[in-house]
């Protein structure tokens, strides 16, 4: 009788032992299918912070003095909350500016790539090119731009918090 006793306890310790590897193994795929989607919101909050980058780039870039208010416009679309506080006061020198200047710009992205990322903050690394014309010169003049350009996620968006050119 004490074999049959202890050959139900060995049955019982070999399915508790197969259940906790079965166990273990839900585990460990449910976490990596957890791992897999936090990548791929990673991957798209990456994707998503240098396209903001490259658009503001484009639109700081791309200015005239016919469109002076749309122009603006654009800039403080993509500008977080303190950006868009220190381009507002500037607003009215830049506005007379590109007036009294005639200015007319356009602007490409030749290239963009992240340089940092953290979650909820990055800096991307933009080059741009484009032309400017005013009223002392004739035809436009080419340009060339290299900026870091910081971002932060605010409200599932990723905008402009500061630039050095």
């Known amino acids: 009788m004490m074999r049959r ?29 957890l ?3 936090r990548l ?22 791309t200015i005239s003095a016919t469109s002076t208010n749309r ?7 993509g500008a977080s909350k303190s950006f868009k506080a220190q381009f507002q006061e500037q607003a009215t020198a830049f506005r007379k500016a590109l007036s009294d200047g005639q200015v007319k710009s356009t ?3 030749a290239s ?9 903050r990055a800096q991307v690394l933009v080059a741009a090119s484009g032309t ?15 900026l870091k350009v910081s971002l932060v996620k605010t409200g599932g968006d990723w905008l402009v918090s500061g630039m050095d050119f």
């Not at 791929?40 to 780039?57: L, M, N, P, Q």
């Not at 122009?71 to 679309?77: F, V």
């Not at 963009?112 to 909820?120: D, E, M, N, Y």
């Open 5 to 33: 006793g202890l050959r139900v306890s060995v049955d019982g310790l070999i399915a508790a032992a197969l259940f906790l590897v079965l166990l273990a193994l839900v585990v460990f795929g449910v976490d990596k299918a």
């Open 35 to 37: 791992d897999v989607r």
């Open 40 to 61: 791929g919101h990673t991957a798209s909050d990456r994707d998503d912070a240098v396209a903001a980058a490259r658009k503001e780039v484009l639109a700081l870039t």
């Open 71 to 77: 122009d603006i416009k654009r800039i403080l679309a």
């Open 107 to 109: 602007g490409t992205i």
């Open 112 to 120: 963009a790539g992240l340089a940092s990322f953290t979650g909820a």
């Open 132 to 146: 400017v014309q005013n009223k002392t010169s004739k035809t436009a003049q080419p340009r060339n731009y290299r």
